[in-house]
């Protein structure tokens, strides 16, 4: 079959769909990935927007002739999930998250099914069929032996290592934060991996270095599964997608919610995986001297509680998720 993603926005609606894409090509489907442009954030601008994306969907479609269209979550997959259901063909959305976005909540009335990462958010979609999937991450996320992943980072083989990660775009919140923390980390025997983002790489480099705490920062990192097998511990946003990846690769979590997401999504996210012992929570606005350094010299220094909640996470790990969403597009499709 011929299939649409449309995902757009950060990378926790474009690195799913593209796991997605994957498991299609491998199963002999088309896929053809949508990236429609952002939203004007004025209302006749919106409208202007939405319809535009809506005619260029609609003209893709009468060349490509999808028979199945997903939406990745989002304002920027409504237009092509309208598109598609406009076409009378098969229509779904993913929702990574506990709380679905306000996009997803208007769109599940034009699509067979809704997709969900967690079950949790299931009684909010009470109208419509929904299928518990898992959130779907990439093939090439795939574990490698952590010695030879902290060398590959210029780390040394056999010292604890964080990870410290802010998602797609980095966050300068997390940032900070480990910039106060990095004076009280520093007689621990521990490296860090830490992601920073585009803007504030040479800022926190620097405040590694001052605080001779050993590190490999770098804004971004493409091969993920390097940073992801040479962590024990990461320091994170709670992200659906990111959830997703840290337990796949079984590591435990110190969770800092983005505080100005939508309905506050990414704090149910989080409460999932500390309710099932895998992470603990930190909120931004609690961040406050050393609190988020005796957070992680808790769990580091405890072999016992890392080791139980490396196991805990790894057990909500959602690793067959692309495959469930594929499989499940294919069983609509053929009824």
Same mark, same amino acid.
């Given at each position: +079959?011929n299939a649409?993603?449309?995902?757009?926005?950060?990378?926790?609606?474009?690195?799913?769909?593209?796991?997605?894409?994957?498991?299609?090509?491998?199963?002999?489907?088309?896929?053809?990935?949508?990236?429609?442009?952002?939203?004007?954030?004025?209302?006749?601008?919106?409208?202007?927007?939405?319809?535009?994306?809506?005619?260029?969907?609609?003209?893709?479609?009468?060349?490509?002739?999808?028979? $199945? $269209?997903?939406?990745?979550?989002?304002?920027?997959?409504?237009? /092509?999930?309208?598109?598609?259901?406009?076409?009378?063909?098969?229509?779904?959305?993913?929702?990574?998250?506990?709380? /679905?976005? %306000?996009?997803?909540?208007?769109?599940?009335?034009?699509?067979?099914? $809704?997709?969900?990462?967690?079950?949790?958010? *299931?009684?909010?979609?009470?109208?419509? %069929?929904?299928?518990?999937?898992?959130?779907?991450?990439?093939?090439?996320?795939?574990?490698?032996?952590?010695?030879?992943?902290?060398?590959?980072?210029?780390?040394?083989?056999?010292?604890? =290592?964080?990870?410290? +990660?802010?998602?797609?775009?980095?966050?300068?919140?997390?940032?900070?934060? +480990?910039?106060?923390?990095?004076?009280?980390?520093?007689?621990? !025997?521990?490296?860090?991996?830490?992601?920073?983002?585009?803007?504030?790489?040479?800022? @926190?480099?620097?405040?590694?270095?001052?605080?001779? @705490?050993? *590190?490999? @920062?770098?804004?971004?990192?493409?091969? +993920?599964?390097?940073?992801?097998?040479?962590?024990?511990?990461? @320091?994170?946003?709670?992200?659906? !997608?990111?959830?997703?990846?840290?337990?796949?690769?079984?590591?435990?979590?110190?969770?800092?919610?983005?505080?100005?997401?939508?309905?506050?999504?990414?704090?149910?996210?989080?409460?999932?995986?500390?309710?099932?012992? *895998?992470?603990?929570?930190? %909120?931004?606005?609690?961040?406050?001297?050393?609190i988020l350094?005796?957070?992680?010299?808790?769990?580091?220094?405890?072999? $016992?509680?890392?080791?139980?909640?490396?196991?805990?996470?790894?057990?909500?790990?959602?690793?067959?998720?692309?495959?469930?969403?594929?499989?499940t597009m294919?069983?609509?499709?053929? =009824?």
């Amino acid at each position: +079959m011929n299939a649409v993603i449309a995902c757009g926005g950060t990378g926790g609606h474009l690195f799913p769909g593209l796991a997605v894409a994957e498991v299609l090509r491998q199963r002999g489907h088309d896929p053809s990935i949508g990236l429609p442009s952002p939203f004007s954030p004025t209302i006749f601008g919106f409208v202007r927007r939405f319809n535009e994306s809506l005619a260029r969907c609609r003209a893709i479609y009468r060349r490509y002739k999808p028979q $199945v $269209v997903l939406g990745m979550g989002g304002f920027t997959s409504t237009a /092509p999930v309208l598109a598609g259901k406009m076409r009378g063909v098969c229509t779904f959305i993913h929702e990574s998250n506990a709380i /679905p976005g %306000k996009a997803n909540k208007l769109t599940a009335r034009l699509v067979r099914a $809704v997709l969900l990462g967690f079950k949790e958010c *299931a009684p909010f979609f009470p109208r419509v %069929k929904t299928e518990i999937t898992g959130t779907p991450i990439r093939t090439d996320l795939q574990r490698i032996d952590r010695r030879l992943a902290r060398e590959k980072l210029g780390l040394h083989g056999d010292i604890s =290592t964080l990870l410290v +990660m802010g998602g797609s775009q980095g966050a300068s919140g997390i940032n900070q934060a +480990m910039i106060k923390s990095l004076p009280a980390l520093a007689d621990t !025997a521990l490296q860090v991996i830490h992601l920073t983002g585009t803007r504030e790489e040479k800022l @926190v480099a620097d405040n590694y270095r001052r605080a001779n @705490v050993p *590190a490999f @920062v770098a804004s971004f990192h493409h091969r +993920m599964e390097e940073v992801y097998s040479a962590a024990d511990l990461a @320091v994170a946003r709670s992200g659906a !997608a990111s959830l997703a990846e840290l337990a796949s690769f079984s590591l435990p979590g110190i969770l800092i919610p983005f505080p100005y997401a939508s309905d506050d999504h990414q704090t149910r996210n989080a409460e999932i995986f500390t309710k099932a012992d *895998a992470a603990i929570v930190v %909120k931004e606005a609690e961040i406050l001297d050393d609190i988020l350094a005796r957070r992680i010299r808790e769990i580091i220094d405890d072999p $016992v509680r890392l080791q139980r909640m490396s196991k805990n996470s790894a057990r909500l790990s959602s690793r067959n998720a692309a495959n469930a969403v594929v499989e499940t597009m294919e069983r609509y499709t053929a =009824t």
